[in-house]
């Protein structure tokens, strides 16, 4: 199925493991497998689909997720550049949340009712081009059939992006929308991701106040005064995006192979990835998810 092998785990300096476990912190550490996880993720988008042990998939439908894959693989690099200097870690949670997003629509796409959700997603992003479309129509007409050049570049890009996805226009105007996220998360029972990736990453998004306080301004004497934004990236920030975009590259490969034997070594990979990231941070950080105890004082 391979024209490269799956590409050699990351030789972890011993010396870091030991600075992360004297440190109690495996913010390093796991820097090393977020840029491994991003390696494998453009390796499986640059899986040829006419490779032996494929199955036939819809030519759109395998190019919407090599799509998305790249797009996780290559926001993975962005963050790496941002972080590798431990700074820039308000910035991860920006484009973290992106990595999500396209991690879960993988993995919803790749679930069940293939050919119907596959055209809620193409449909999804060309209804919008479609207004765009009808309101340059209607500028057009009010101006007796002069077009702007800006409204040409647009027109040219929105023919494009409808002929690619291969629906016509009425498919796309009477295609469901794709569901809310937390619909998406509930769908491949992710739900509980949905508080810290949507809720509180959408404070990075939008620049809440709550943004401000946590990562632009600091309390001098009583005042918020403008902070140095030398924000550190946290643990979770490399761990619940390398386990994501594991889960959009497991769900792809089994979408597209014929059966699990032609991916087996992919598939080693992948877990062996995911035991080594969840050990690092369960062993130096504890598990997010797990009961807390609760003291009261009297």
Not at 210 to 219: G, P
Not at 290 to 298: G, I, M
Request: charged share 25%; aromatic share 8%; with cysteine.
């Amino acid at each position: 199925m391979y024209g490269d092998p799956v590409p050699p785990l990351p030789e972890i300096d011993p010396d870091l493991i030991r600075l992360c476990q004297e440190q109690g912190r495996c913010t390093g550490l796991l820097f090393e497998w977020y840029k491994h996880v991003g390696l494998l993720a453009i390796t499986a988008a640059s899986i040829d689909r006419g490779s032996p042990g494929l199955r036939a998939v819809q030519p759109v439908h395998y190019f919407a997720l090599r799509g998305l894959l790249t797009r996780c693989a290559r926001l993975m690099l962005a963050n790496i550049r941002l972080t590798c200097d431990a700074t820039y870690g308000e910035t991860m949670n920006l484009l973290g949340r992106c990595i999500w997003e396209s991690a879960a629509m993988v993995q919803w796409l790749c679930q069940t009712d293939h050919d119907r959700r596959f055209q809620r997603f193409l449909a999804d992003a060309l209804k919008k081009d479609l207004l765009l479309k009808a309101e340059s129509d209607a500028n057009l007409q009010t101006r007796g059939g002069a077009l702007l050049k800006i409204e040409t570049r647009m027109l040219r890009s929105i023919e494009k992006c409808v002929k690619s996805s291969g629906l016509t226009e009425n498919e796309i105007r009477d295609a469901k929308r794709i569901p809310p996220f937390d619909q998406v998360l509930r769908d491949i029972e992710q739900e509980h991701m949905y508080m810290a990736v949507q809720r509180l990453g959408s404070h990075s998004i939008h620049g809440t106040w709550t943004a401000l306080v946590v990562d632009y301004l600091e309390d001098e004497g009583g005042e918020l005064l403008p902070r140095d934004c030398t924000v550190e990236p946290h643990p979770n920030q490399y761990t619940f995006g390398s386990l994501a975009v594991l889960d959009a590259i497991l769900a792809f490969l089994r979408y597209v192979s014929v059966d699990e034997a032609t991916i087996a070594p992919f598939l080693d990979r992948l877990r062996e990835v995911r035991d080594e990231i969840q050990s690092a941070n369960s062993a130096l950080v504890g598990d997010d998810f797990a009961h807390a105890s609760v003291s009261s004082s009297k």
